[in-house]
């Protein structure tokens, strides 16, 4: 997600930002920032096949930081004054990073239009190659530690999603393996059911997903600094129902 493109200054690309920088936020680590790829890096006969891809030539560009992926994240305005949101990565240098674009591009062709997600407006993988092109979206990164407004929203997105995307309207094949693994175990926590001792007894109230990562929302945590262990509670939230998890419109 992206600040609104116009409350800050517009410079020529490779510059200073489409607007301010997002940055990588208090309390997350300075190493998801480290590898991206920069605009000013890609060769110029890609940048030239996205304005064609997108139908007019790119004029500006803001290389975007943060996250774990080595490949390109940027916003870019066209010529005609339209925007997008650019990802890109190389089979030759980050082969594993255009794998998982190539799976996102089919798994972003087969979200339902009531998906809170950014649509994906065209793709192409000439072999090394491996580009999308989304809407860009405005918005901001969540505080942290969590705030309990932010949160609600962030629940209640994942919980819609998880309600639209279930079934899956995308196939097994497709989306293989989970990328990150292990949220199908958290979200069996065994804390959301009875104890043994407690069956036959008057049954207790289940907890929720939700309710669980509400609870963790401000409790500290000593993992990198985090403040708060609600981020990886949302990724057992979208498990939970089956659903990929999208990026949200929020």
Known sequence: MTHDPDDGPVSASPGPDLGPDLGLGPGLPEATGSRRMDWAAMPREVTARIGRL???????????????????????????????????????????????HRREIAVSERLPREVAAPRLLDAYDDGTWVVLAFEEIVGHLPAQPWQREELDRVLAAVTDMAEVLTPSPVDEAILGKPRLGGWRVMADDPGSRPRPDQRGARPARRISPADRCRGRAGRRSQHRGHDDRAGPCLAALAARYSAPLVKLRL
Do not use: C, M, W, Y
């Not at 500006?60 to 925007?83: I, M, P, T, Y």
């Not at 949101?85 to 794998?99: E, Y």
């Open 54 to 100: 997108l139908g007019s030539p790119v004029a500006h560009a803001s290389s975007q930081r943060g996250g774990f992926s080595e490949g390109l994240a940027a916003r870019v305005r066209l010529e005609n004054g339209k925007r997008a949101f650019i990802k890109a990565a190389s089979s030759l240098t980050a082969p594993a990073v255009a794998d998982f």
